[in-house]
């Protein structure tokens, strides 16, 4: 119940398409579900968040789908940029006692842009 | 603005050599802190997270332990490194208040044990 499913593992994209990757979870109490970019050697940077009372999210390009009923999120590149050549991970949460919360992460996919 | 810096940012230590990693952030008060870690290739695993000074709450049992002697000071120690503690060190803040989930890391400690 506190795993975060994500697929693909990895994915290949030409410069300008959409990607589109795809994370499902089984626990209802999770409130919170952002995305994280990371690139090689770096720490992960938050990407854009979306809270389980919205179906939709869109900051610039980057767009999370929400669907509560099936307990599935997901994240939408569009017009993706070789510079978006990444790691994403899903990542979803629920608070704790201690006014604390835990981020369950999702495995990670690869992301590949090519020009 | 906040900052959160972590160091070393790379570490090569023999087996059953004793660790020290340090986190600290500027710009906050009062943050929660965290230290995930991550194996090459894979997703990140919480290891440990404080909501206070001297309050450690620990996820997986391991060879590792952490302390929060200050606010915005985090470290992760071990006394006898394993080869099974290399990975990628990740230490994490967020604010402590209620439903601001926004987790921030720092840019990691890659931990090499031979």
């Known amino acids: 119940q506190q795993q975060v499913k994500q697929s693909p593992q990895s994915l290949i994209v030409q410069k300008g398409g959409i990607s589109i990757i795809n994370c499902a979870y089984e626990?209802?109490?999770?409130?919170?579900f952002p995305w994280y970019q990371q690139f090689p050697g770096k720490g992960p940077a938050l990407l854009i968040a979306?809270?389980?009372?919205?179906s939709e999210k869109k900051e610039g390009r980057f767009t999370i789908s929400f669907n509560k009923s099936a307990k599935q999120f997901s994240l939408h590149i569009m017009d993706s940029q070789p510079g978006d050549s990444a790691t994403y991970f899903c990542a979803a949460s629920k608070g704790l006692a201690d006014s604390s919360y835990k981020l369950i992460f999702g495995s990670g996919t690869r992301l590949l842009v090519r020009p | 603005s906040q900052t959160i810096h972590q160091w070393p940012a790379t570490l090569v230590q023999p087996v059953g050599s004793p660790l020290s990693l340090e986190c600290t952030v500027e710009?906050?008060?009062?943050?929660?802190l965290y230290w995930y870690r991550q194996a090459a290739g894979r997703g990140l695993q919480l290891l440990f997270y404080s909501v206070g000074i001297g309050q450690i709450s620990s996820e997986v049992p391991q060879n590792l332990s952490a302390s929060r002697p200050q606010d915005r000071q985090f470290i992760l120690s071990s006394k006898k490194l394993l080869l099974s503690d290399s990975g990628f060190y990740l230490c994490?803040?967020?604010?402590?208040?209620?439903?601001?989930?926004?987790?921030?890391f720092g840019p990691g400690t890659r931990l090499t044990v031979t």
């Open positions: 979306i809270r389980p009372d919205v």
């Open positions: 710009g906050t008060s009062n943050p929660n």
């Open positions: 626990n209802t109490a999770f409130d919170y």
């Open positions: 994490a803040w967020s604010v402590r208040l209620r439903r601001s989930y926004e987790q921030y």
